[in-house]
């Protein structure tokens, strides 16, 4: 019930296209719902985040479209860039709950963005 | 300002083998939250930590402990190691427990 599924593994987009990335989670308490980027050997680095009771959050080339109702919430990338190349992870949070703390990770999508 | 910082950047151990792993939160933050990331994997939530104790835990074994200092910084100790505790360990600060979690580079633990 905790679990957070993230697709596709990877990604291969050319310069200048879109990337999406999907996720879908169980738990209805969720009620925060981060992106995250990790290039090799850093930490994730927060992108976007965005609460359930807004269906869309953007910044910049970055947008979040969210899907209350079928449990799913994807990850936009306008116009990519090689820099953008990097393993990206969903997650989700109940923020108000006993497990408050945590953050639940879908298992993360490596993007390469070829020039 | 200064970020996460964790120590060391890389640990290697032996089986059966104690290891403590440290991390100093973000300035101004005073939780410490800790995750393990085996390779290929998204993070794992093991604790976190705040005014000193320990509030949430996830599905680690009692082998997975920790501490969190009056500086607010934190220490995470693992025992009897196993072959499968070999992974990158994160740690995230944050300004109380609710808050966005900012992370730290890890420390790459390996157990041979």
């Known amino acids: 019930q905790q679990q957070v599924k993230q697709s596709p593994q990877s990604l291969i987009v050319q310069k200048g296209g879109i990337s999406i990335i999907n996720c879908a989670y169980e738990?209805?308490?969720?009620?925060?719902f981060p992106w995250y980027q990790q290039f090799p050997g850093k930490g994730p680095a927060l992108l976007i985040a965005?609460?359930?009771?807004?269906s869309e959050k953007k910044e910049g080339r970055f947008t979040i479209s969210f899907n209350k109702s079928a449990k799913q919430f994807s990850l936009h990338i306008m116009d990519s860039q090689p820099g953008d190349s990097a393993t990206y992870f969903c997650?989700?949070?109940?923020?108000?709950?006993?497990?408050?703390?945590?953050?639940?990770f879908g298992q993360g999508t490596i993007l390469t963005v070829h020039p | 300002d200064a970020g996460v910082t964790q120590s060391p950047t890389h640990l290697i151990k032996t089986r059966g083998q104690q290891v403590t792993l440290r991390c100093s939160p973000k300035s101004g933050h005073d939780t410490v939250s800790w995750y393990q990331q085996a390779l290929g994997q998204g993070p794992q939530f093991i604790f976190q930590y705040y005014e000193e104790e320990e509030r949430q835990r996830g599905n680690f074994p009692d082998r997975f402990s920790g501490h969190q200092f009056p500086n607010y910084s934190s220490e995470l100790n693992v025992n009897a190691l196993l072959l499968g505790d070999s992974a990158l360990y994160l740690c995230a600060s944050s300004l109380g427990p609710h808050s966005e979690q900012f992370f730290g580079p890890g420390t790459r633990l390996t157990v041979l």
């Open positions: 997650a989700a949070k109940n923020a108000g709950g006993t497990s408050y703390g945590k953050l639940t």
């Open positions: 738990n209805t308490a969720f009620d925060y």
């Open positions: 965005i609460r359930p009771d807004v």
